[in-house]
């Protein structure tokens, strides 16, 4: 895998130039073409140092550093992130850089329309906490939003594409917080990468060519949308270099006026016109909603795993309690003595995953709406208990929910929400020894597909469950106005010894608490760098098939899984990991399957 850029160093030269910028990056993009068009890419075009990273990424090798490094889904953002560090700039401000760039160049995964969820370790303090900058259900907004006139469940597209799906968005008060609570640099000053690269052009890569490409329809649906995506009616192309300068201006008011910009204003006013207006599917989203949005800060939620605690974002998400379950049941079985290789591993691992799947359907939703046994679902004793129904050779017949301890006695009925994989993932560590891991998206790929100041919009809502009650039993995760739909998202901070050693996580719908999961093991059982973990060919098993990866090593258990009871599903299994060890030094790691790098010095 293989993609084109111009560095950092050349896109800042060239947003120096006031005229004619868009034509000097053409002329950039035009000399690659051909490069672009034969390979996929062009290396020549990136830093030495991120070209060394990406052969590293690719040959299996982690990237090591002695003060800090960054790891995320594409090269420009993460040498802006890095420019950031160099400086002396903290892991919050490296992440404001970071995906205010992923937000222009990644724009299918995330940006300033949608949520995020952060995990911090703070140096200074020894404390870990958690943000929360999830997208939330209009005021307007009903349990009914999802459904036909029969109270039947709209089909998944009917209910992403346009104003419906629209949850106020997160990311831009995230990130105020985050540079409140952790910044040193300039707030002003963490937006200049993007907006010199908004203003300039950026190449196209050939993930966002290829995702615009297979989802051309529903893009070309609205306007605003589809000038940018699709000019001329026809997709933009790997290569390609564009400019989004509204983008740029929504940036320069964010730096100037901080997020009140963004929820207030002509740019709220415009998010609100284009949510109420959108053709067809119309939203409830209003003024009132993003006057109201509020990131709310939370404690970590952590599990233990052997020597470690694995530590991570608790409801609205279920990322936390998830990973964190299925490793408190691994736990109780050596897999380091089993090995990677071993049927009997992944049978302990699909199991597993099984179970706290099961547990995930009945019992997660955001807290601040459903009592939820959220220390009950990772007590130890409880996660033994579950463990021991994995006692024996073969795959679960039954796979039931737990009865975890409640604060309150409650009674659930089981999630029917959908997930599709998006999403992007960041990993940071400074030079100070703060660990940023932060998960960020607007959900489905392009989101709710409405555009609006040179952005996209989220469709975060379709992460409720569309039914609101079974057989007359309540869903914990029905739509309610104000709430957060339940998240997969698991950015997480491995901690021993009650210091980090680990910054890890991905994007990839509900499949992101497995691959997440199996990567700890990987590199905490079977002795993996972070880059060999995150590599590792998939087996994923959330509470249906066990889907392997197609065209890898892992095909190979389809047999031994098959004969274990397991229905086996091959197919692309598309993670985003991006990851950092934190010890004498720092080793990062990107995913192969996705566009990104980990760079340090
Ligand atoms: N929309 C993806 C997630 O929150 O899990």
Redesign the pocket.
């Known amino acids: 895998m293989r993609f084109s850029f111009c560095s950092a160093a050349l896109c800042l030269a060239l947003a120096q130039v006031a005229s004619a910028q868009v034509a000097l990056a053409q002329q950039a993009a035009d000399a690659l073409a051909p490069e672009v068009a034969t390979s996929g890419g062009d290396i020549q075009t990136l830093s030495a140092a991120a070209r060394d990273a990406l052969a590293a990424r690719d040959a299996g090798r982690p990237v090591a550093a002695e003060n800090w490094m960054v790891a995320a889904a594409n090269p420009l953002a993460v040498e802006a992130g890095a420019d950031v560090l160099r400086k002396g700039g903290t892991a919050a401000d490296a992440m404001i850089a970071v995906q205010t760039v992923l937000g222009l160049v990644e724009p299918q995964s995330s940006g300033l329309g949608g949520g995020a969820f952060l995990v911090y370790y703070d140096a200074r303090t020894g404390q870990l906490t958690t943000l929360d900058g999830r997208e939330t259900a209009p005021l307007a907004a009903t349990p009914r939003l999802f459904q036909d006139d029969a109270g039947e469940p709209l089909g998944f597209f009917d209910a992403v594409v346009g104003g419906r799906s629209v949850g106020t968005p997160g990311t831009p008060a995230l990130l105020e917080m985050a540079h409140r609570k952790w910044g040193r640099a300039n707030w002003g000053g963490l937006f200049n990468a993007a907006i010199a690269l908004a203003e300039t052009g950026f190449a196209v890569s050939p993930r966002m060519a290829d995702s615009i490409a297979n989802d051309a329809d529903r893009l070309g649906r609205f306007p605003d949308t589809a000038a940018y995506f699709l000019p001329e009616g026809t997709p933009l192309k790997a290569g390609q270099v564009i400019s989004n300068q509204p983008y740029a201006d929504v940036l320069r008011a964010i730096a100037a006026d901080g997020a009140a910009a963004f929820y207030t204003g002509p740019i709220a006013a415009d998010i609100v016109r284009t949510v109420q207006g959108a053709a067809g599917n119309p939203g409830v989203l209003s003024a009132v909603d993003l006057a109201l949005y509020q990131v709310k800060e939370r404690p970590a939620v952590c599990a233990s795993y052997r020597a470690f605690e694995a530590c991570g974002m608790g409801p609205p998400?279920s990322?936390a309690l998830t990973v964190g379950q299925i490793l408190g049941m691994l736990g109780q079985y050596d897999l380091a003595e089993l090995g990677a290789d071993n049927p009997d591993s992944w049978r302990l691992i699909g199991d597993a995953s099984r179970l706290a799947f099961a547990d995930r359907g009945r019992y997660m939703a955001d807290s601040d709406f459903v009592p939820m046994p959220t220390k009950g679902l990772v007590d130890g004793d409880y996660l033994a208990d579950r463990a021991r129904l994995l006692a024996g050779e073969t795959a679960l017949e039954v796979v039931e929910p737990g009865t975890p301890t409640f604060d309150h006695a409650l009674n659930w009925a089981d999630d029917e929400s959908l997930?599709f994989p998006?999403?992007s993932h960041i990993s940071i560590v400074d030079q100070y020894g703060n660990v940023l891991s932060m998960t960020t998206?607007i959900?489905?790929g392009f989101g709710a597909r409405l555009m609006t100041n040179g952005f996209l919009l989220n469709n975060?809502l379709t992460?409720f469950s569309f039914r609101s009650h079974s057989d007359g039993v309540p869903i914990a995760n029905r739509l309610e106005p104000g709430k957060r739909?339940?998240?997969?998202?698991a950015p997480t901070i491995v901690m021993r010894d009650d210091k980090p050693v680990l910054a890890i996580g991905s994007p990839g719908?509900?499949r992101?608490i497995g691959y997440v999961a199996t990567a700890i093991v990987a590199w905490a059982d079977w002795g993996m760098n972070v880059q060999e973990a995150i590599s590792l060919p998939h087996a994923i098993n959330r509470f249906g098939t066990y889907d392997l990866e197609a065209g890898t090593e892992a095909e190979a258990l389809a047999e031994a899984l098959t004969g274990m009871g397991f229905e086996v599903n091959p197919r692309d299994l598309n993670s985003g990991l991006h990851a950092i060890e934190i010890g004498d030094r720092l080793h990062g790691g990107a995913d192969p399957r996705r566009e990104g790098i980990a760079l340090g010095e």
């Open positions: 998400s990322g997930e998006s999403t998206t959900e489905n975060e992460d739909p339940r998240s997969s998202m719908g509900s992101i």
